[in-house]
């Protein structure tokens, strides 16, 4: 192919990228709003504007939109997150609030749901366990590198896992009520537990 | 009425009441297991060997079944913690495990469920939200009891209620995968942690 086709080829690639997270975005909405149950690859292709046949040349089957949407917005989290604190453990207790956000939101609801059915469901099962350990092992790196943990003293690794896991919990705290009245004192009494144990 | 009739309707009512419980019981195993797409009230008589009939007697809608259920094991499990423990704090680590333990197993599993359906379902959320309300509020006050907590003192009920959460954020990281192993240095570190803040 000579030059031309080239040129062309980009912005089809382009295309076919917005394409791509635009269905990404609508079903984790989709799944957020709906649960599983209303969470169709037909419900999501109309949601975001894209053709059924388009939207299952991205993704075959339903499986493979939803775990790659939840992966999809969790690395988004990840990324913006790590850019709130470019230089690291300045503020723990920021961090410890902004770890915790990304358990309140409509990504974590999402990513409930697929849990959920997941528990029921032996097709996505093991997608959903992988999906998971990964996104978990992803998370507790962050807190580490963000809250300047070090890992190698005794209990260190332990606090992390217990914050994230209470993180886990506060958000399904909040999945039918706004929470945040009671969360915000319990955060800040075990951010200041935690920076005892980190310094 | 005389005498025969008072003696003929308490094995009546004691059968009635064991109905009751084995519809009860079997709906939280139900939801447990298949979820809340998979739970009706005719599978829950068929699981009680109770007729459909006579399960309707009982629970005339399919949200008052499951929200009883939950409630009624949700009260076993309480009693159950409290007579484990019937001198208070003797082992505040003990109670910690005790108060996790509420989190993995199938009460949990059934009350996630429940809850996860709640959020997209109206006619279920006013009445989950209540319930959980009121099981969160009493399954605080066991703790406060069991680990000697002296909630006038600042940061104590916080440090119990982040416990909580972590206890309920442990349950859904325990529901694709058997997590006991990942689990129990978190709770033991955790367990530190709140000694040091309730001493």
Redesign the interface.
Known sequence: MGGVSTVERVPKQDRSRATRQRLLEAAVACLA???W??STVSVVAERAGVSRGAAQHHFPTREDLFTAAVEYVAEERSTAIRALFPRGAADRRAVVAALVDLYTGPLF?AA??L??????EDQL?PR??EL?ARV?RETHRIAVDLLGADESRP?VR??V??L??????????N???DDAG?RQ??????A??LE??LD
Not at 185 to 190: H, L, T
């Open positions: 709003e709906h649960g149950a209303g609801r409930l749901h849990w959920v059915a997941a528990s029921n099962r959903v366990t998971e978990g209990g332990e606090t896992q217990g994230l896991d209470m993180a886990r919990g506060l958000g399904l705290a999945l039918l009520t009671r004192p319990v955060v800040a009494q075990w200041a537990l005892q144990t």
